[in-house]
Structure formats: C-alpha cells, structure tokens
C-alpha cells in the first residue's frame, strides 16, 4: 500500500500569495493530521480530522489558515495570503486512531518558502 | 494532561559507542508510546511503539526502548552507533484520542 502522499513537495511563493497543499492519507486511515515544523517552534500540530470532519483546529495560527477534507482520500491545507514567516516544512500524516491505532504514518511534507 | 519530555535536545556519540536517548511521560495510566526517527529532509518515520505488550520493545535499525512505569520513561538505546544513525528522534505518546509529540534529540554521530 502507498504510504501518505504530499503535493508538491516544494513550494517557491511569494508574499500575499494563496498557497494550496495537498494530502492523500493511507487508504482506510480515519485519522488525518496536518503538522507544520520550523527550526525555532519546531513540530506544531495544526489540525486534524476525523471521519472527513474537523475535530480540533486549535493549533492554526491565524485565519490565513484553513484545511478541508472534503472526502477519505483528499485534504487540503490553505494558506491566504501567505507571508514570509509562513515558510516552515508541512507534514500531513493518517492514522487508524479509531480503532485504537496510535500510530501515525507521515508523509514526506511540502518545503513551503514564502519571499 | 498528557505530556512528553525529552531530555536533551543535542546528544552526540561516537561510532560504535551506546545510544541513549531519554524520554519521560506524564501519565497516571500507562500510555501507548512512540519513537519516530527523522533524518534529513524526510518525513517522520515510526521506529518502534509500546502497546502494553512487552516492557522491551525492538525497533527497526537495531533500535529498542524499555518502558519503565516506575520511572514513567520509555528511553531509547542502540548498543553500537552508526554514522546512518544521524538524525533527529522523537518521543511521543498517545492516549485516549490526544497523541502528543516531545521536541525531538538531535543525534550526532562522530567517526
């Protein structure tokens, strides 16, 4: 089985841009987790879902953020407008969380660079 | 609340000598635990998870870890460094439908 795939990989921006990545969980995952990372805040959970649904976006740091899931093999994360500070390394990763599996498979992430 | 600490954000070894990377959980009841490895540029990647099987539990690479109620830790050791070792490794737990990551260790291997 594919693992967690992320599109694209690399991502050159420039200030006030809209900017989409996307993520395709393990099939049969019901968990789906979106993760940004920084040398300085280092590993960041920024939302996850479950079953499609948006379960805690607590960790989006502003309304520049927003995700969807719109079905079990799709999601998006969307930043607008983007700004330098945006650039950060974002990770996508699926779980079988309801059935009691703990363990997140991720993806290799999107290197986001905003200028 | 849940948490992870893992003490030491840089440890560096030498070839051939032990790794020993420490992390302790806050938890009344015994957590599910994670080691995940990262090496450069790449993505996380499970290493090895305690289920309440075990105490001992083996990982790929030659990794394990021992989980210590006594002590709430779940370190990770490997007998013999190699230089492929290099990379930043993450504790983390998971409970109920929280999974929480520590702030990684940063291993260095010297030839």
């Known amino acids: 089985d594919a693992g967690v795939i992320q599109s694209p990989r690399h991502e050159v921006t420039e200030m006030g841009q809209e900017v989409t990545l996307r993520c395709k969980p393990i099939?049969?995952?019901?968990?789906l987790f979106w993760y940004r990372q920084t040398m300085m805040r280092g590993l960041e959970l920024l939302i996850y879902?479950?079953?499609?649904?948006?379960?805690?976006d607590s960790g989006m740091p502003e309304d520049r953020f927003s995700a969807k899931m719109p079905n079990a093999s799709f999601s998006t994360l969307k930043i607008q407008p983007s700004e330098p500070r945006d650039s950060a390394v974002y990770f996508c990763?699926?779980?079988?969380?309801?059935?009691?599996?703990?363990?997140?498979?991720f993806g290799p992430g999107t290197r986001l660079t905003v200028t | 609340a849940q948490s992870v600490t893992q003490l030491g954000s840089h440890v560096s070894v030498s070839e051939g000598a032990l790794v020993l990377l420490r992390c302790n959980y806050s938890?009344?009841?015994?957590?599910?635990l994670f080691w995940y490895v990262q090496y450069p540029n790449q993505g996380l990647q499970l290493l090895l998870k305690?289920?309440?099987?075990?105490?001992l539990v083996k990982g790929i690479n030659g990794f394990e870890a021992e989980f210590k109620k006594s002590e709430t830790s779940f370190h990770l050791t490997k007998p013999s460094a190699h230089m492929s070792d290099a990379a930043e490794y993450f504790c983390?737990?998971?409970?109920?439908?929280?999974?929480?990551f520590g702030t990684g260790t940063s291993l260095t291997v010297i030839p």
């Open positions: 099939s049969g995952h019901d968990y």
């Open positions: 938890s009344s009841v015994p957590p599910y």
């Open positions: 990763a699926s779980s079988l969380l309801g059935q009691g599996r703990y363990e997140q498979y």
């Open positions: 305690y289920t309440s099987a075990a105490t």
């Open positions: 879902f479950n079953n499609n649904v948006p379960i805690d």
């Open positions: 983390a737990v998971g409970k109920g439908n929280q999974f929480y």
